[in-house]
């Protein structure tokens, strides 16, 4: 065994406490999730940090597009994370909840903090206006204009951004219908929000996992019809979030074709000078930055039973069917199957704990074995529950870059 492994730096703890990581929130590594494996040898689900992955990812994305990247904070808020964002240039967050705003401002006195859910508590606009310096709120309706109006007594300082609805696109999840103001309203909006407004903006979301580039050409040009027929001048044009990863069953376009429809979209709609572009990723920033490590405890022909399912960290892999790259980590000897389709089956004794997959493992995957399941920093610890008494995790922090091209094979060593 290396790297040094003494129980300070790999704790039982509950999945969002910070335990296994400094005071200062850097976190304690480990080599690799091989390492972290064979020093544990986890009966509770294992969840990795690769914190350079997602500092690299966001300096790509940074760097790749040309307006201010505002992190969707509720896509991961793993103060960890939050500070490997940071590392890569990150400096805008999204927020959409009074818990998120304190958080990103405790951890970042100088971060730009915008409040991007289009209905807030009253207290929260109060709280985040007064207390931590946001300036910019979503809305899409008179009645939540209103309110932020009230609550900000009239604040002379504010940045109104409209959301706009979309018409259900080409995303793997359908963000239409619950919010943004369509068409007309979304002109009218604007125009009523303009005697209130220091700066005016328009936001749209296309929906998550969105793998067409094209979706946001479309919803540029509906933009564009909106903010000619409020005429009014827009300071702030935010593209949402959305941008994919991949996943084994889709290989989305590189990041390079979603900001060239971009820039077409945007080169396309006559904008006023010193109009702003702004973008909400999620998902593409930090999807690959964790993995989950989970224990076979039983195996029925191409059924696994594991030990983490969709009340845990794997949701997403429940109702909405998200297939995940896996890696079989052995408890002895080494693995010589060949590769085949398997399901899961979560710990909780609820029968829609069921993950279909298929996940491709080798065929000698038995009792007692581990999985590494990549691409779950996105959407994955933060959604889990105490459901059934399966709320213990275990975390580290690791080194190693494996994660996205998984040979499905390996051993803890
Ligand atoms: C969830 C959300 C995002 C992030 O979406 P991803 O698909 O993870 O990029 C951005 N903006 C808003 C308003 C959201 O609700």
């Known amino acids: 065994m290396s790297g040094g492994v003494t129980p300070m730096n790999i704790a039982r703890c509950r999945p969002h406490d910070q335990a296994g990581f400094r005071r200062d ?45 505002l992190y969707a904070v509720k896509c991961n808020p793993d103060e960890a994370v939050l500070r490997a964002l940071a590392a890569g240039g990150i400096s805008h967050f999204d927020a959409a909840s ?16 915008h409040f991007m859910h289009p209905v807030k ?17 979503v809305l899409d309706s008179t009645d939540e204009l209103a309110k932020i109006v009230d609550e900000t007594a009239g604040a002379k300082d504010l940045c109104l951004i409209v959301r706009l609805g979309l018409a259900k696109g080409g995303a793997r999840l359908d963000l239409s219908g619950k919010f943004g103001a369509f068409a007309d309203d979304a002109a009218a909006l604007l125009r009523s929000c303009a005697p209130h407004a220091a700066k005016l903006g328009l936001s749209f979301h296309v929906g998550s996992q969105c793998c067409d580039p094209s979706a946001w050409e479309r919803a540029l040009q509906q933009a564009d019809a909106v903010i000619r027929d409020a005429g009014i001048r827009l300071d702030v044009l935010d593209v949402g979030g959305g941008f994919p990863v991949p996943y084994p069953d889709m290989q989305p376009p590189p990041l390079d074709a979603f900001m060239t429809a971009i820039a077409h979209g945007v080169a396309r709609m006559a904008l006023p000078e010193g109009c702003v572009l702004w973008c909400e990723p999620g998902r593409a920033l930090v999807a690959a930055c964790q993995s989950l490590v989970v224990q076979v405890q039983a195996r029925r022909g191409d059924l696994l039973y594991i030990n983490d399912g ?36 979560g710990p909780t004794c609820d029968s829609l704990d069921r993950m279909q997959g298929p996940f491709l493992l080798p065929d000698d995957v038995t009792e007692g074995d581990w999985i590494e399941i990549g691409q779950l920093g996105a959407y994955g610890t933060y959604l889990r529950t105490g459901f059934n008494g399966f709320e213990d995790v275990i975390r580290v922090a690791v080194e190693d870059f494996t994660i996205r091209r998984f040979a499905p094979r390996g051993k803890a060593a």
């Open 25 to 69: 929130g850097a976190p304690l590594s480990l080599p690799s999730v091989n390492a972290a494996v064979l020093a544990h040898r986890p009966e509770i689900p294992m969840v990795c940090l690769r914190p350079a992955m997602a500092t690299a990812e966001a300096a790509r994305f940074v760097e790749a597009f040309p307006g201010s990247v």
């Open 310 to 345: 969709v009340y845990g960290t794997l949701s997403d892999a429940g109702v909405l069917g998200f297939r995940y790259p896996c890696r079989l980590i052995k408890a002895a000897g080494f693995s010589t199957g060949r590769i085949g389709d398997f399901s899961f089956y």
């Open 121 to 137: 508590a009253r207290s929260a606009i109060r709280e985040s206006y007064r207390e931590h310096g946001v300036r910019d709120f």
């Open 98 to 113: 009074i818990t998120e705003v304190r958080l990103v401002r405790r951890l970042f006195p100088q971060a730009r903090i």
